[in-house]
């Protein structure tokens, strides 16, 4: 049914998406958005440590983004003119080390090493050891302020690339996001997508519970921002919004999702933040993603 | 014993050679950018801005957003000059600095503007006296504390092209020249006066009046040598093992908190490689209103407080 994922790893640039007609790009999204899950789950049964909530949350916003939207190239993660891609919520690298294995920056070996002693992949993503990540996120309410910072680079360079912030829906209750927002919305970035993986959880509890976001859309346009809302684990929806040309305003995406999406005794519960499943479990989650 | 010190030697604070150099710099390398939080006057960007008005990227009141922007400034290419008032850049930002700069290894410049107690009268929310305590436990940042304008321009045109994280502690406090031409070595503490009774390890603002202390135990007949800091991280330590080795004690003297800036630094390599007593002269506790001369006199940040301490080691 679904194409072999192998197919996929570091072969499929975003202008072989393009060039797909939409049912086979749905097709194979699908495919990619399914293996990063299969690899997700397994990284972290494994290492018994990370984030599977909002790594599952945001997989469908990373599949579209690294492959349909990003202009990078793996044989040259460095290259000046790439997009740039910021993981605000840097908890969730295992859901960014998945997209950048299937993506060709590291080897798929790597993965089975994920939190390990010594390993390059850290529970949070470090740009000096893993080829293709942008930032060494981690602390919440960094990747924005960073995000614009690149955006202005853009700008200066005279150059048309652009930069992609993911953040998590809790991690806006941090201050520096504001005024990140404000400084973008002032200078009317265009080139900057920030998307919000709208999950509704935080470690804790409900967002709306301990600090409520909502109105969300409202806030981002008070702020300069043009702001969307679309289904977080819809591929189509998503590549729509992320390909659509823009002008004036830098846009805000709020993706609508399902913490722990694709299994079902982790979907929209609050322990599954950075709860670990066991091998039966893995095992279960695996059955349902195959 | 806290005499006031007095000088008749012109005068002279960093912030003019700083934001001379880095427009000359800027001139022949259009990658260095001025990051500022509405600072564009107290940091001397006046006349950056009018000669590279998008090169000066103002975000506002906004400490965290601007330390974040330098480093997405870096990752696209450019060598970001963080300009600020360093109680706010340091403080305020103190994670961004930490994560967004340091661990990323972004060539960020962070520029602390009036640092130490500068703004002396405004009390100590204004005072930077913990920047280096903070900033010396961050991996990867180098951290240099000019003396006088002459090591300003050097250590500028150095920051420019180091490649790595560095912060830059611009005093305004009018100080003597105190160095030669070639008075900046990134890492290298300078001998400014050779001494074998005791030795002044001293930076920024401190180094003329360590100076100052040097001439009148001379004059008592005890030979100080002193010591130009301007590297607090990484730091010379063969000099500073030398110091202790060579002389009968180490006196420091810093514009800031004793605990965890240049005298703990310095005490960190004697105790270790050297034991030699020392004496720590920096800021004790919250300061009382007072003017920057009137404070370093009150916290016996003078010639006579080095005298006094340097006194107490020869015996």
């Known amino acids: 049914m679904h194409p072999p994922i192998t197919r996929h790893a570091g072969f499929v640039s975003p202008s072989d998406v393009s060039s797909m007609p939409a049912e086979q790009r749905g097709d194979f999204f699908a495919a990619t958005a399914l293996e990063m899950r299969r690899s997700i789950v397994e990284m972290i049964g494994r290492a018994k440590a990370g984030h599977i909530g909002g790594d599952l949350s945001v997989t469908d916003i990373l599949t579209t983004l690294f492959f349909g939207v990003l202009n990078l190239d793996a044989s040259a993660p460095q290259k000046p003119d790439r997009d740039r891609f910021i993981l605000s919520k840097g908890h969730c690298s295992a859901a960014l080390y998945s997209a950048l294995a299937l993506r060709g920056f590291i080897p798929r070996e790597l993965l089975g090493t994920f939190m390990q002693s010594l390993s390059a992949l850290n529970g949070h993503p470090n740009r000096r050891k893993v080829p293709g990540v942008e930032a060494n996120t981690g602390p919440l309410g960094h990747g924005l302020p960073i995000g614009v910072g690149c955006a202005i680079a853009s700008r200066l360079s005279g150059a048309n690339w652009r930069v992609f912030v993911v953040l998590g829906d809790g991690e806006l209750q941090e201050g520096s996001n504001w005024e990140a927002a404000m400084a973008a919305g002032h200078r009317g970035l265009d080139n900057l997508i920030a998307i919000i993986d709208r999950n509704r959880l935080q470690q804790g509890a409900r967002t709306e519970e301990t600090n409520r976001l909502e109105p969300l859309a409202d806030k981002w346009r008070a702020f300069g921002w043009e702001a969307v809302e679309v289904d977080g684990h819809d591929h189509a929806a998503l590549y729509d919004i992320f390909t659509r040309p823009r002008a004036g305003r830098p846009l805000c995406a709020i993706a609508h999702t399902v913490k722990g999406k694709g299994v079902s005794f982790i979907e929209d519960r609050v322990e599954w933040h950075h709860k670990t499943p066991s091998p039966e479990q893995v095992e279960l989650a695996l059955q349902e993603l195959a | ?315």
């Open chain 2, 1 to 315: 014993m806290n005499a006031a010190t007095t000088t008749s030697e012109p005068t002279f604070d960093c912030r003019q050679a700083f934001a001379e150099t880095l427009i000359e710099l800027a001139r022949s390398d259009e990658r260095i950018v001025a990051v500022c939080n509405d600072s564009v006057g107290s940091s001397n960007l006046v006349a950056f801005q009018k000669e590279f008005p998008d090169r000066l990227v103002n975000v506002g009141i906004a400490e965290q957003n601007m330390v974040g922007v330098a480093a997405g400034l870096a990752n696209g290419g450019f060598t970001p000059f963080v300009c600020a008032a360093s109680p706010f850049l340091t403080g305020r930002a103190l994670e961004q600095i930490k994560a967004d700069v340091a661990y990323n290894g972004y060539p960020v410049v962070l520029c602390g503007m009036s640092p130490g107690m500068a703004y002396g009268e405004l009390g100590p929310t204004h005072h930077s006296i913990e920047d280096l305590s903070w900033l010396r436990a961050i991996a990867d940042l180098a951290i240099v504390v000019p003396a006088d304008p002459v090591q300003t321009r050097a250590a500028v045109r150095w920051a420019a092209q180091a490649g790595k994280p560095v912060f830059l502690r611009i005093g305004r406090f009018k100080t003597p020249m105190v160095t030669k031409e070639d008075g900046f070595v990134f890492g290298r503490a300078d001998e400014l006066r050779p001494g074998g009774d005791i030795a002044i390890v001293a930076t920024g603002a401190m180094v003329s009046r360590a100076l100052e202390a040097a001439d009148e135990l001379a004059q008592r007949g005890v030979a100080a040598r002193v010591l130009n800091v301007s590297t607090i991280k990484p730091l010379d330590e063969k000099a500073i093992i030398d110091a202790a080795r060579e002389t009968r004690g180490v006196v420091t003297v810093e514009e800031g908190v004793i605990e965890g800036g240049l005298g703990a630094a310095v005490a960190e390599i004697v105790v270790r490689y050297a034991p030699a007593p020392m004496r720590m002269l920096g800021v004790r506790g919250f300061a009382p209103t007072g003017d920057t001369a009137f404070l370093f006199d009150y916290f016996g940040l003078n010639r006579a407080g080095i005298v006094a301490a340097a006194l107490e080691l020869r015996t």
